[in-house]
C-alpha cells in the first residue's frame, strides 16, 4: 500500500523567515568556481529550508558512509505539503484529481557527474525566492533531490580536488581529467544507482522509493551528463518507447521539449532530442518513474567526470562548469514552468493513468515456486507498492504459461492456479507497473536499444508463472515461519532460494559446519532436494553457546525454517555418516579489486557478500596480489573485467598452483574469458566461423552501421540454460534456471571438466539477440567446473547475479562459493 509520510516530516523550519542566502553568499564562492562538497550542499539546502516559508527539508536515510539522503518540497503560500501529497494519494485511488501538479527533480544518481548537484543549488535558490517561481507555485509542487548518490560524488568531487593545481587545466589530457579506478560514477558497492530504481538492490534507492510512491510525482526529471563533446540532451526520447506509455506521456514530453528548446535557441546553445536514450528498461530514472504515473525524461549536459572545472572540446571551445550548471538550471526551470502552465491538465491526465484498464488480454499474474523464493519477489512487491495475494483454492482459468520459451508464440488455455501459488492482479493502481515487470516478452519496437530487452520477475526469481486472462481469487498471506523445534540429533534445512544460501552464510559465520546432502532424501516422509544441509552436533562442539540456542537465533533472523532430524539414518539416501555426504565449514574469501577488475562486476559480488549474505570478504587489490595472498584463502573470486596485461606468466603459475593445492577460484565474465586457452586451464575460446564471400551480396552501407552491428549482439535478453543438477554447482535447482546474457563471448564446452549450465539453442526465451548472436551462442557453455589437482576452477561466463537482482542465481553463486569446499 501506498502511505502518507507524518506531518512532522515536513516541519523543519523557522518560526520566522527571512530571505535565504544565495548559494554564493553561503558558501563563499560562485557556484562553477569549485565543486561543493556534500556536507556543504546538506548545510546549504537545510539553510534554505529554514530561512523560506516555501522549503520544507525531508530527510530520508543514509548512504552506506554515513552520508544524509535528503529531499526538499517547495510549495506555495499557504499550501501545506501534507495535504497535497493527501490529495495525490486519493486520486491515485480514483477519488478525484489531485490538488497541484508534483514535479520531481532528481540530480547526481552518477556521482561524477557531478555539475547535477551544483545545479541543484541554484535550482533551490530559485524555486525559493522569485516572483515567477511563487506563480507557479499556486499550480505545482516541486519535490527536489540534490543528490541521489553523495558517496560516488564525494569520490569524484575530492578525487578532482587532488588532481588540480591553483588553477584547472583545460587541455582535455590534464590529469585532473583522469579519474582514477573506479570513478565516481558508482555508489559506494559500486552500483549504477541509475539502473537500480526498478529492483531496489541498493541501501540509497531502497530508502528513496517508499518517499516518491508516497508523492508520485506527475513530471520527474533526472539529471544528468554524457561524454565532453556532446551537446545538450532533452526529450523527447528516442525510440523504443515502451507499449506501456500512454499517447500523454508523449505529448508532454515533447511540449516540454519544445520549450526546452526555445530557451537554447534564444542564444544559440546546441542540443539535440530523440537520439541514444529510449523509454524501454524499466530501471532507470525516467522509465520507472513513467511507469508509475509520471512524464519521465532525461536530461544530459556534456562534460561527466572528465570535465572538471573546464575542458577544451573537440571544436576547440572551454567547457566550463558555469556554463553546464547554467543548461541544467534553464531545463529545470523550464520545466516546472511548463507543468504550471499546463497545471489543470497534467492533473486530470495523471488521475486518468491509474483509472486506465491493463493493456492487452493480461488482467493478472500466477506465479509458482519454493517459498523462500516467493517471499523475496513478495519483498519487492512490497518495496514497489505492488499489491499481491497467495491463492487459498485451486481456480481454473485462461491463461498464458511462461515456461518452455516465448509466451506470445503459444496459445491461451486453461490452467490451474493452486493454493499457495502467488497472484498479482492488475485491478490495482500499480498496475502498469506491475504489469511492466511481470510479462514475459514485452514487445520492442526496435532492436537498437540502449540496455536489456527482457526482466520479468518470473525470470528473475526462477518460478513458474501463468499470465491470466481473468482474475482469481487470492486472499492469502505468509504464515509466520516457524522457530526450529527442540532436537536431540540436529537440524535440516531446505535449498531452494536466495533466502536459505543467506541461512547457510549466518550458520557459517557463527563457526557452525553442515553436512551437505548429495541427493533428494525423505525424513520423516517429508522430502529434501539435493543441497539441503543437516546441522548436528558432530562436528560442532566448541561454538561457546550450546548448539539450539545459534541455531533458534540465526533461523529466527533469516526467516527459514529449520526442521529437527530424529537421527542419522535417512531414506530414500546416504545416512549422514557416509563419505557421500560432504562437510561444508566457512570459507576464507577474496575478490580481486582495483585495476583490471570491473567495478560493476566487483560491485555485483561485494554487494551481495555485505548486504545479503554479510559473510566476510577481503576485498585484495590485484595490482600487488601475492602468493602469499593466496595461502590465506579458500576461494578467489575474478570478477568481470579486462585481465590481458594482468594476467602474466608469473600470475598464471601462482593461481594455478593455489587450485591445485585446493583452492577455489570463481572467474565470471572477463575473468573466464581471460583463462580460455590459457595453459593449464580446461576453458578453450570458440573460433569464429569464416564467412563465405558471395560475389553478388550488397555491400553495407555506412548509414547501417548500427544495424550492422546489432545483428552481432545481445543488448540484454533472457536464456533458458540446461543444468546438469546432479553436480554440487546446481545443487536446489531443476533441469534449469535463466540467466540474463549481454555478451557474445561463446565458448565451447569443457573436454576436461564439468558443463554444469549450457545454452543448447542460441535463440533467446526472451528479449532480443541478433542472428549472428544467435549461431554464436547455440551450444555453448555459460556455468562450467575444472577439477584441477584437489581445488576446482568455477567459470561463470554470465553473471549468474546480474546487477545484484537476478535472484535466481544466488544460490548458485552460494554453491561455488560454499558447496564446492564440502570435504
Known sequence: MLRLLPVAAFLLSTALHAQPASPEAFLGYALGERFTPHHRVVDYVTSVAEESERVHLVPYGETPEGRPLLALVVSGAGVAPEAVQASVQASVRGEGEPSHAVVWLSYNVHGNESVSTEAAMATLYELATSARAAEWLDDVVVVLDPCL????????????????????????????????????????????LNRDWAWGTQPETRQRLPLYNAWLPAVHVDFHEQGVD???????????????????????????????????????????????????????????????????????????????????????????????????????????????????????????????????????????GPDAALRDLAALLDLQGITYGLATRTQSARGIRYAGGR???????????????????????????????????????DSLTYDATAWALPYVYGLEAVALETAVEASGEFAAVPSPP??????????????????????????????????????????????????????????????????????????????AVAGGQITGGPDLGSNRVGFVAAPRVGVLTGEPVSPGSLGEVWSLFDQRWNYPLTLLPAETLTSGDLRDLDVLIMPGGRYGGWLTEDRTAAIRSWVRDGGRLLAMEGGASALAGTEGFALATREAPEESADAEAPLPRYEDRARERATGDVPGAVYRIALD????????????????????????????????????????????????????????????????GRGHVVYLLDSPIFRGFWASGELLMANAVFGLGAR
Open 149 to 192: 548518490n553523495p558517496d560516488g560524488r564525494d569520490r569524484y568531487v575530492h578525487a578532482y580536488r587532488q588532481r588540480r593545481g591553483m588553477q584547472p587545466d583545460p587541455s582535455p589530457a590534464a590529469w585532473e581529467h583522469e579519474e582514477p579506478w573506479p570513478g565516481g560514477r558508482v555508489n559506494h558497492y559500486l552500483f549504477d
Open 486 to 563: 527442540p532436537s536431540a540429533y540436529g537440524w535440516i534445512g531446505r535449498w531452494e532460494g536466495p533466502a536459505d544460501a543467506r541461512l547457510l552464510a549466518a550458520l557459517l559465520r557463527e563457526g557452525i559446519g553442515v553436512r551437505v546432502l548429495p541427493s533428494p532424501v525423505e525424513i520423516d516422509g517429508v522430502p529434501y532436494g539435493r543441497g539441503s544441509f543437516v546441522v548436528a552436533p558432530a562436528g560442532n562442539r566448541d561454538l561457546g553457546a550450546p548448539l539450539e540456542t545459534i541455531v533458534q537465533r540465526v533461523a529466527e533472523a533469516t526467516g527459514r525454517p529449520l526442521a
Open 230 to 368: 556532446s551537446p545538450y540532451y532533452f526529450a523527447p526520447a528516442a525510440e523504443p518507447y515502451h507499449p506501456a506509455i500512454t499517447p500523454w506521456q508523449r505529448e508532454l514530453q515533447t511540449q516540454i521539449g519544445e520549450a526546452n528548446a526555445r530557451v537554447f535557441d534564444r542564444d544559440g546553445r546546441l542540443y539535440f532530442t530523440r537520439e541514444v536514450f529510449d523509454l524501454f528498461y524499466p530501471g532507470y530514472g525516467d522509465t520507472w518513474p513513467t511507469f508509475n504515473g509520471a512524464i519521465g525524461m532525461t536530461y544530459e549536459q556534456g562534460g561527466s567526470g572528465r570535465a572538471g572545472l573546464a575542458i577544451v572540446t573537440a571544436e576547440g571551445d572551454t567547457l566550463t562548469l558555469a556554463d553546464r550548471i547554467r543548461n541544467h538550471v534553464d531545463t529545470g526551470l523550464e520545466t516546472v514552468a511548463t507543468t504550471a502552465a499546463q497545471a489543470d491538465r497534467v492533473r486530470r491526465e495523471f488521475a486518468d493513468y491509474f483509472r486506465q484498464p491493463p493493456r492487452g488480454a493480461t488482467r493478472a499474474f500466477a506465479v509458482r
Open 725 to 788: 543438477d546432479s553436480h554440487p554447482l546446481a545443487y536446489g535447482y531443476s533441469e534449469w534456471t535463466y540467466v540474463l546474457k549481454q555478451r557474445v563471448q561463446p565458448a565451447p564446452f569443457l573436454d576436461r571438466g564439468w558443463n554444469v549450465g549450457v545454452v543448447r539453442d542460441g535463440a533467446p526465451t526472451a528479449g532480443f539477440a541478433g542472428a549472428e548472436a544467435q549461431a554464436a551462442l547455440a551450444n555453448s557453455l555459460v556455468f562450467g567446473v575444472e577439477d584441477l
Open 407 to 445: 509466451s506470445e508464440a503459444e496459445p491461451a488455455s486453461r490452467v490451474e492456479v493452486a493454493p499457495g501459488d502467488l497472484v498479482v492482479s492488475l485491478d490495482q493502481p500499480k498496475r502498469a507497473l506491475a504489469q511492466v515487470l511481470f510479462e514475459p516478452d514485452p514487445p520492442l519496437g
